[in-house]
């Protein structure tokens, strides 16, 4: 097991364990939990194939659990007030813990519930696919969604410890494991060149769920999504480099209505966005923006914008990204490969040729 | 103009302004607001005495209105979307900046808005009532109901600046002025035994709205609730001494359903039952109680619980109050008049005799 510790003002850090077998650690868990009360919060396809290793940690507590619906659609206040429902309604207090298994949209449910469940409970993350380990895990972001946009509506709120075990990953399916990648090539792509060449050479392997290369890029992506993040909690500065295509991504899950695209496949198509734009920027040459498309092409990744969304649609959805400053739309580019741009102001026409090139 | 300020941790800290005239001031906004999007939220009373003055204070920005009905029964998450929705439609950024004219309701509600907004934008609050002055605007607690418990869903959350202008008390309604002031007489009995005196002196002053006296009460309650929040702003400590007569309060306002009871007329009916157990702990003689007693009646304000709630319930709401450590209930008492109790365990035969006295 590796421990990777997230450093944060205010003298609070957490650590993230990643290794195989944690799931049954009933000492992991048990450390980081305040009181009897537990509710965990999973998912319908979840719940069923981990819920009773986890409850089994955990014999001498009082285990409530909330399982939701399993998809983006139902990341909404709607489902949030589900979780507070049954928690008011079990009685639990202010020094309850509660557990979120799953993937993003319940660490991020999970997370934003904690925060505000008598203005904020004890948190701790189990992600159960390659894209919450990876990153939503990391930095304390959570929330649901707004039908105007997505996580519009959350706050910052940090775990007591994450939990990411590589075994769990044997239950994804592979259009998930994918969109897990798409956010594990950002990683490379914004800042860390030399782990963009290794998963040019190691996609195979990750695809084929090799579990030494999995657990080396989860480490690795955890470990500079740590570093931007403890550097820029409040994403003031550097932590708006996370967000490479996910402006772009956002319009597309938006626009194509959520649950259509999975969060990691929007991300793809959108840094191939992001990509064509840095090129008419003069940052990228043709041959960089190649790269990028084929290494998510490589990872069964869509790279082509859903043919039913218009440009004025794009930029309707865009305009309400929080990057943005008093009404500018705001995206990050790519300098270089491995170096991503801080937000930039987006020139309307050359959005417009992007757009048309992916379009078209 | 008298300026406090609240000193909190991480070298944040915000100015109360507290005076008359306040409200026209623009420079005392500008200077807070952060870029020309500004969400002024209020309600259907106080919009068409007060909005358009601050509006005129806001000549360069571009101002959204969100007007709510007015009363506690719609500090809900349902109205809260409202505020969001409207937020997402008019595209507002995370450098916007949301202004709460009104009570505690939309205090509560604007300020949680603000801290759930694109995971937090600038928060300024024009309290209008004398309990939002003296109580709700100072500390940072936002947030909303839940149909099993007051203030259950939150966030800690500090505004940008706090403008307490004594002059839109001259429209409060008697009620609404005595609901106030039963925060105005916690602080003295918490904490304050000279200020206590003064207010037992000075009552008839403040019920006939003398400016001087009122904003001397203002000034006091605000100074003592800043100096309680500066020592523990998250409420792990002193803080819930802050809580008198709240637990009890709370689960009146609950029980009786929200809007039938002001919060302050069940914070006194509240504060009677603590005094009652502090006097049955022996911490408090028969003539404090009476003094107590007397206080709240001299300010116009109910001491009696509703005929209508039994033991059970009031056992039953209190069971989810924050302060409770699993699942045992804790209330603030009295060791003597002038000094709060940190949290007790509740012993439920001496709480029984409580409401029994009141009740019967």
Redesign the interface.
């Known amino acids: 097991m590796k421990v990777l510790h997230v450093n944060l003002?205010?003298s609070r850090d957490y650590p993230i364990y990643i290794g195989s077998g944690l799931l049954g650690q009933a000492d992991l868990l048990a450390r980081h939990i305040r009181?009897?009360?537990v509710a965990i919060v999973s998912n319908e396809t979840i719940a069923p194939l981990y819920l009773a290793k986890v409850q089994a940690a955990l014999p001498d507590h009082h285990v409530e659990t909330v399982i939701l619906p399993d998809g983006e659609q139902y990341k909404s206040?709607q489902y949030l007030?589900k979780i507070?429902?049954q928690l008011?309604?079990k009685?639990f207090?202010?020094?309850a813990t509660l557990i979120a298994l799953g993937g993003g949209v319940i660490g991020d449910m999970g997370g934003f519930a904690a925060?505000?469940?008598?203005?904020?409970i004890a948190f701790i993350q189990i992600p159960t696919t390659l894209l919450a380990q990876v990153d939503s895990s990391v930095g304390g972001?959570t929330?649901v969604n707004?039908p105007?946009?997505k996580n519009?509506?959350?706050?910052?709120y940090q775990p007591q410890c994450v939990i990411a075990d590589a075994d769990v990953l044997d239950t994804l399916d592979d259009r998930q494991l994918s969109a897990g990648l798409a956010e594990v090539i950002k990683y490379g792509l914004i800042r860390d060149p030399e782990f963009l060449q290794w998963l040019e050479a190691n996609m195979p392997k990750l695809l084929a769920r090799d579990k030494e290369a999995l657990a080396y890029a989860i480490e690795r992506s955890c470990a500079n999504k740590a570093e931007v993040v403890g550097e820029d909690e409040?994403e003031s500065g550097v932590r708006a480099t996370l967000n490479l295509g996910h402006t772009f991504g956002h319009a597309i899950e938006t626009g194509s209505g959520y649950g259509h695209y999975l969060h990691g496949e929007a991300v793809a198509i959108g840094t191939c966005f992001a990509a064509d734009l840095s090129r008419r920027l003069g940052w990228l040459n043709d041959a960089d923006v190649a790269r990028v498309i084929a290494l998510f092409k490589t990872a069964n990744l869509p790279i082509t914008p859903p043919a039913t969304m218009t440009t004025a649609q794009y930029v309707d959805l865009m305009?309400?990204?929080?990057?943005?400053?008093?009404?500018k739309i705001r995206v990050i580019l790519l300098q270089a490969l491995g170096k991503a741009s801080l937000p930039v102001n987006v020139d309307l026409a050359q959005l417009q040729a992007t757009l048309n090139t992916y379009a078209g």
């Open positions: 003002d205010n009181s009897k009360q206040l007030e507070f429902d008011l309604t009685k207090s202010r020094n925060a505000c469940y008598q203005r904020g972001k929330g707004h105007l946009g519009m509506i959350g706050a910052f409040f305009a309400v990204d929080k990057k943005n400053v008093d009404g």
